[in-house]
């Protein structure tokens, strides 16, 4: 039963977003060396504060979205291999205000630790304040910051149990937490 509803919540997300929400949110199993952690890919055009808002206000399987956390090359390399973005895509990195330029003062919304990093070459470089994180996958999935109101097409929400949910509502609702 409890399936059912999620395939009728899904349905009616394909079909309202104005974006396109690309199948259900997959897990990477720690049978796989994953984490267990599901991943969900947005399409639309968004912000990363807008994405960043509501990326925490999705609940899947009972556990709490944000905006996708990369802390090791596996985790990269799952990423896309098995979430399909085709042009620079959203996830939770973001450099502090006034933090020493180019590169001091980044995080995950998280706050898990900030140690792997996969940077472009020339990046990060600070164009037009640039301050929150793309990868491209394109380029094998490196980094690049950007403006956090450039309106991208790709968003990578991550869902796992240690996430504190500022406020929880269905993934169905999806749809208006994105417009
Ligand atoms: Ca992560
Ligand atoms: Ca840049």
């Keep these: 039963m409890r399936r059912i509803r999620w395939w009728l919540a899904a349905a009616l997300v394909l079909i309202c977003i104005p ?9 990477w199993p720690a049978g796989e060396g994953g984490n267990d952690h599901y991943y969900f890919v947005y399409v639309g055009e968004i912000s990363w504060t807008d994405a ?7 609940v899947w399987q009972g556990l709490t979205g ?17 979430m399909v ?22 995080r995950w919304v998280t706050d898990e630790a900030w140690q792997y990093t996969n ?3 020339g990046q990060p470089d600070n164009d037009a304040e640039a301050n929150r994180l793309v990868y491209m996958p394109e380029m094998d999935g490196m980094w690049a910051d950007v403006p ?3 309106l991208m097409n790709y968003t990578l929400i ?3 149990d240690d996430a504190v949910a500022t406020e929880v509502t269905s993934f169905s609702a999806v749809k208006a937490l994105y417009r």
């Design 52 to 58: 960043d808002d509501a990326a925490q206000t999705l």
């Design 119 to 121: 940077w472009a070459d």
């Design 66 to 82: 944000y905006l996708a956390t990369i802390t090791s090359p596996e985790e990269q390399a799952w990423i896309l291999e098995n």
């Design 19 to 27: 974006g396109l929400a690309l199948g259900f949110p997959k897990q």
């Design 158 to 160: 991550e869902f796992d």
């Design 148 to 150: 956090a109101d450039l």
């Design 85 to 106: 973005t085709m042009g620079d895509t959203w996830i939770g990195g973001y450099q502090v205000q006034g933090a020493e330029e180019p590169d001091g003062g980044w």
